[in-house]
């Protein structure tokens, strides 16, 4: 039986003796202004420690921070190229106390404490996309390939000052460059032990495993329950071409992953869903957990679920038995 | 007569340098502004949560509005 709450092996949250079990989200928060607008313009990450919950706003260019209950409480930064201030911000990590950013137009990262006050930063060759701290001398940054040179390195290891310290994972590469940059969709979340995973977002199901210094320490292929979607996208000279969408947006939590599985639209696109999958360690499927809403950004604390809606909202849901 | 070829060959060819070197210049500025809108442009469309189709076809459309800029005809 899966079991919520304290579960079993002493953690928190989703706990598995037979898979797999089903769960619904209940909504305990939708965070919205007093005219009915959401705070939120363009929410891209989502990032929490013990007390508050950080939202990046790509539009906006700043951070949002509620109370993990979900009252908003203040904002860091703001659009510009100075010190603690950004510009079309894309990627965002915390740890022990300190908010990583890709500043993506800025072409740097920035380091700030949980208050907003500039600590550190670097400038790199590249428009960061991503970005996992893994220690204060672990940042690694994923980047966009832009397709023109052939293959490309798209994750970049740097110590605390901007030193590059190794670059690993090839992207994928056809000459079409459209196609390509929907192929190179990579999700990188937290592991233990200063480890990451990579997490493909099409045409794969195989989870990597790095460590610290880009090594690949392993890769796990998950189930063939857990179901990619395929769609036919528009590719060159009038073509087509398939697309295996295989997660939206992914979170971890206690090495346990959370894939938001892509859905069809009411027009026939493949969009956010309302369904996660939770996929354990040998990539078995866990555990399903049916959302209200559809979602686009997650992020996973014990049994709560933090959500960002398709109008950009704020939802926070705890998980129930089905 | 050989005088008079050499030193309007040399005219021409300093002229045409510095005529060309401002313009190789400002081509150049011009190619990075592009390709740093270009970036910007697909980040957007990366992140926009559209759909996989819309998002393709956002995509096609920075990377037309590139071409069109680094040729010229207007800017992204």
Partial sequence: ?322 | MKRAIAVTLAVVFFLSVFLWLPQSSSARARADICYDDWEVCRSRAFQSDEGIIKTTLWLTVCDLALGKCVLGFTKL
Wanted: hydrophobic share 40%; aromatic share 8%; charged share 30%.
């Fill in chain 1, 1 to 322: 039986m899966l079991a919520i709450g304290l579960g079993c092996h002493n953690q928190v949250g989703i706990c598995r003796q037979a898979p797999p079990l089903h769960y619904a989200a209940r909504e305990v928060k939708r965070e919205i202004q007093a005219d009915g607008r959401p705070y939120l313009s363009r929410a891209v990450a989502l990032a929490y420690d013990d007390s508050r919950l950080f939202v990046l706003d790509m539009e906006e260019d700043d951070i949002k921070v509620f109370s993990k209950s979900g009252v908003f409480e203040y904002l860091i930064g703001r659009k510009g190229q100075g010190p603690g201030e950004f510009h079309l911000p894309s990627g965002l990590d915390i740890l022990a106390g300190r908010l990583y950013v890709a500043d993506s137009a800025n072409r740097r990262v920035q380091v700030v404490d949980t208050k907003g006050r500039y600590l550190s930063g670097f400038r790199v060759p590249f428009s960061p996309h991503r970005i996992l701290a893994l220690g204060p001398e672990r940042i690694v940054v994923m980047s966009l390939p832009s397709g023109r040179d052939g293959q490309e390195r798209v994750l970049h290891g740097f110590d605390g000052s901007g030193q590059l310290l190794w670059e690993a994972g090839d992207s994928f590469f056809s000459r079409d460059s459209v196609y390509d940059l929907m192929r190179n969709r990579w999700f990188m979340l937290r592991a233990t032990r200063g480890e990451f995973f990579l997490v493909p977002g099409a045409n794969g199901r195989l989870i990597r495993r790095l460590d610290a210094d880009g090594a690949l320490l392993g890769e796990t292929e998950v189930t063939e329950n857990y179901l990619s979607q395929e769609i036919d996208i528009p590719a060159r000279e009038g073509k087509k071409r398939t697309l295996r969408a295989f997660c939206w947006n992914c979170a971890s939590d206690r090495e346990r992953l959370f894939l938001l599985v892509p859905e069809r639209t009411d027009d026939g696109d493949l969009g956010p869903g309302k369904t996660i999958a939770v996929i354990d360690k040998a990539g078995g499927l866990e555990a399903t957990i049916a959302l209200p809403e559809r979602l686009t950004r997650i992020a996973v604390d014990g049994n709560t679920i933090f959500g960002i809606d398709i109008d950009s909202g704020l939802r926070i849901f705890k998980l129930e038995p089905k």
